[in-house]
């Protein structure tokens, strides 16, 4: 993992609800407790997952081969037992002409939402993102599932690029819009 990446972790925050919450990069022993994470998805959201890593040997594989090069996967657990309750990552390519381009992925456990953790989490993943030297940040957000993501990355300055109509296919053969969002980034926090 790339030293940038662990300045100032773990970072510890409290949830709107008051629970005490740590920020900081995954690690390997984290896989019993991602696993559970992403066991707390039902049917409806699941299906929106990028790879089935509800599968606990998917989910094995997907953690040992991480390359912490092209992706920065930030986790929020609680203080007190370690679970968690949100994952953000961050996925880079290290050369080429998309280097300066970072696209991020964030799920908050269904029982946590509306305690902004979602929204510290992008805030923190903005500042790690600049510090790497990353220019933009793009977002995709299933409409009509992920609103509550829609909604922080507005907070954050985030702006609609692109409205991609009946592009993702539902658990029931339905059709949703996928929404792009993007942020360009300073190069120190007294630009914003």
Known sequence: MPNICLKGY???IVAKD???????PLVKEDEQRLL?????FGEEESCFLRADVQDPEVLHTWIEEFDFERTMPLLAVKDDDGE???MLRLYRRPAGCMRHIGHIRILVHPAHRQ???GTWMLLDMVRLAMDMGIEKLVAE??????????????RLDFFEQAVIKDYIKDPRGG?????????????EWSDF
């Not at 008051?18 to 900081?24: E, H, K, L």
């Not at 957000?141 to 507005?154: K, L, S």
């Not at 059709?175 to 190069?187: A, S, W």
């Open 141 to 154: 957000f299933v409409a009509g599932i992920e609103e509550a993501g829609i909604i922080g990355a507005h």
């Open 10 to 12: 773990p970072k510890e």
């Open 18 to 24: 008051g629970t005490p919450i740590v920020i900081r």
């Open 175 to 187: 059709y949703r819009d996928l929404v792009i969002m993007v942020k360009n980034l300073h190069r």
């Open 115 to 117: 305690q902004r953790i």
């Open 84 to 86: 968690v309750l949100a």
């Open 36 to 40: 559970a994470f992403f066991n707390s």
